[in-house]
T-cell receptor, first 110, second 119 residues
C-alpha cells in the first residue's frame, strides 16, 4: 500500500522568508508524484507532476524536486497569497488512482 | 488542464433524504472521473473511480449502495448519497483525468467541491 507523509503539518512564514515542505513516500513503482494547492473550501489546484529522481519543476515562487524517497516543495520569498494547504500525492498503478498525504498548511504573514 | 464544475456547491438536507451531486468536465471528454471525500483538516480520501458507460469501482470500506455513481456521458458523473445521515456530512470533490500542458501523462484536475451538511 502506498504511503505518503508530509511535514511539517503547519508552517508559518514571514513574507519573504523562504522555506521548504517535505513529502516522503513509499510506493512499489512510482508512476508520478503530484503537488496540489488547496485553498479553504475549494478543490485542489494542480501545480506539478514529477516522474523521476532528479527532476525539478518551477512555477513562479514554487519549485518542486524529487528523489527516490521524497519530494520537496520550495517556496522562495513567499507572499501572503501563497498561503494555502499544499498536498502531495503519488500514483503507482495503471489505474491513475492517487494516494494523498495529509498536507502542509502554509500561512504567510505580511 | 481540464476545467471541472460541481453542482451544487453546498447543500443542507434532513437525515434520511437522498442528495445528488453533479460533476461536469466543461472542456474535456472524461472517460474516467474520481470521487473523493474530505473531512475537516484531513486529506482527500478516494471513494470510487467512475468510468463512462460502466459500473463504478469503489474503494474498500465505501458502501456502493449508499453512494451511487452514474457516469452516463463523457462530461457528466453524478454521486447520489442515499439515506443520508449526519456522519455523511463532508466535502465531496470530483476530479477528471486530463492532459497537463506538454505532458503526455494524465493528471487529475479537481472540481471546486460540494459541501454536504446532513441535519
Amino acid at each position: 500500500e502506498d504511503q505518503v507523509t508530509q511535514s511539517p503539518e503547519a508552517l508559518r512564514l514571514q513574507e519573504g522568508e523562504s522555506s521548504s515542505l517535505n513529502c516522503s513516500y513509499t510506493v512499489s513503482g512510482l508512476r508520478g508524484l503530484f503537488w496540489y494547492r488547496q485553498d479553504p473550501g475549494k478543490g485542489p489546484e494542480f501545480l506539478f507532476t514529477l516522474y523521476s529522481a532528479g527532476e525539478e519543476k518551477e512555477k513562479e515562487r514554487l519549485k518542486a524536486t524529487l528523489t527516490k524517497k521524497e519530494s520537496f516543495l520550495h517556496i522562495t520569498a513567499p507572499k501572503p497569497e501563497d498561503s494555502a494547504t499544499y498536498l502531495c500525492a503519488v500514483r503507482s498503478g495503471n489505474d491513475y488512482k492517487l494516494s494523498f498525504g495529509a498536507g502542509t498548511t502554509v500561512t504567510v504573514r505580511a | 488542464g481540464a476545467v471541472v464544475s460541481q453542482h451544487p456547491s453546498w447543500v443542507i438536507c434532513k437525515s434520511g433524504t437522498s442528495v445528488k451531486i453533479e460533476c461536469r468536465s466543461l472542456d474535456f471528454q472524461a472517460t474516467t472521473m474520481f470521487w473523493y471525500r474530505q473531512f475537516p483538516k484531513q486529506s482527500l480520501m478516494l471513494m470510487a473511480t467512475s468510468n463512462e458507460g460502466s459500473k463504478a469501482t469503489y474503494e474498500q470500506g465505501v458502501e456502493k449502495d449508499k453512494f451511487l455513481i452514474n457516469h452516463a456521458s463523457l462530461t457528466l458523473s453524478t454521486l447520489t448519497v442515499t439515506s443520508a445521515h449526519p456522519e455523511d456530512s463532508s466535502f465531496y470533490i470530483c476530479s477528471v483525468l486530463g492532459l497537463a500542458g506538454e505532458s503526455s501523462y494524465n493528471e487529475q484536475f479537481f472540481g471546486p467541491g460540494t459541501r454536504l451538511t446532513v441535519l
